[in-house]
C-alpha cells in the first residue's frame, strides 16, 4: 500500500469521526467537546495531515461518543468544512456535512467588556452567525477571526 493510501489514524469501533477540520483546529474541536483526557474517552488525532480537499487538514476520532446537534453546530463555527462521519462496528453508518445555525445561544463570550453579557447580568449569550463571522445580538459586536478564543468550555 502506498504512503497516500495507509490509515494514518486507526480505524474506530464505533463513535464519530470530525474529518476536513481547518488544519490547526483539532485543539478547538477537543476543548468544545469538553474532552481534555481526564475522562477516559478515547481521542485519536491527526493534525495537519494530507487532504485532497483542504491541502492540510485536521481529523479527530472519538471512540464511544456521538455527538449532539448542539456540539455539531458550536464545530460550524470552528470548521465550516467538517464532515461529521457516525461510526457504528467499524462502518460509517452516517455521514453529512455540518451546518452552521443561523444563532447559537449560550455557546460564545462576547468580547466587548461593556455588553450587558460581560456585566454579570443573567443573561445567556446570543450570537447571530453570519457568512464570516458572528455578531452579538445584544451589543452588535463582530468577531471575524478567533472565534474559538470566545467559545465557552
Given at each position: 500500500?502506498?504512503?497516500?493510501?495507509?490509515?494514518?489514524?486507526?480505524?474506530?469501533?464505533?463513535?464519530?469521526?470530525?474529518?476536513?477540520?481547518?488544519?490547526?483546529?483539532?485543539?478547538?474541536?477537543?476543548a468544545?467537546?469538553?474532552?481534555?483526557?481526564?475522562?477516559?474517552?478515547?481521542?485519536?488525532?491527526?493534525?495537519?495531515?494530507?487532504?485532497d480537499?483542504?491541502a492540510?487538514?485536521?481529523?479527530?476520532?472519538?471512540?464511544?461518543?456521538?455527538?449532539?446537534?448542539?456540539?455539531?453546530?458550536?464545530?460550524?463555527?470552528?470548521?465550516?468544512?467538517?464532515?461529521?462521519?457516525?461510526?457504528?462496528?467499524?462502518?460509517?453508518?452516517?455521514?453529512?456535512?455540518?451546518?452552521?445555525?443561523?444563532?447559537?445561544?449560550?455557546?460564545?463570550?462576547?468580547?466587548?467588556?461593556?455588553?450587558?453579557?460581560?456585566?454579570?447580568?443573567?443573561?445567556?449569550?446570543?450570537?447571530?452567525v453570519?457568512?464570516?463571522?458572528?455578531?452579538?445580538?445584544?451589543?452588535?459586536?463582530?468577531?471575524?477571526?478567533?472565534?474559538?478564543?470566545?467559545?465557552?468550555?
Amino acid at each position: 500500500m502506498s504512503d497516500d493510501h495507509q490509515l494514518r489514524v486507526s480505524k474506530i469501533k464505533s463513535g464519530t469521526v470530525i474529518d476536513h477540520v481547518v488544519g490547526g483546529q483539532a485543539l478547538n474541536v477537543l476543548a468544545i467537546l469538553g474532552i481534555d483526557g481526564k475522562e477516559g474517552e478515547e481521542v485519536s488525532v491527526g493534525i495537519n495531515v494530507p487532504s485532497d480537499r483542504l491541502a492540510r487538514k485536521d481529523i479527530v476520532k472519538v471512540e464511544g461518543r456521538e455527538l449532539s446537534q448542539d456540539e455539531v453546530d458550536v464545530l460550524s463555527l470552528i470548521a465550516p468544512d467538517a464532515t461529521i462521519n457516525i461510526v457504528r462496528d467499524y462502518d460509517v453508518v452516517e455521514k453529512h456535512r455540518v451546518d452552521s445555525p443561523d444563532v447559537v445561544e449560550d455557546v460564545l463570550s462576547c468580547p466587548n467588556p461593556d455588553c450587558i453579557t460581560a456585566a454579570g447580568e443573567p443573561v445567556t449569550s446570543r450570537f447571530e452567525v453570519l457568512e464570516d463571522g458572528v455578531r452579538c445580538s445584544y451589543c452588535g459586536t463582530i468577531v471575524r477571526e478567533s472565534i474559538a478564543d470566545l467559545i465557552d468550555t
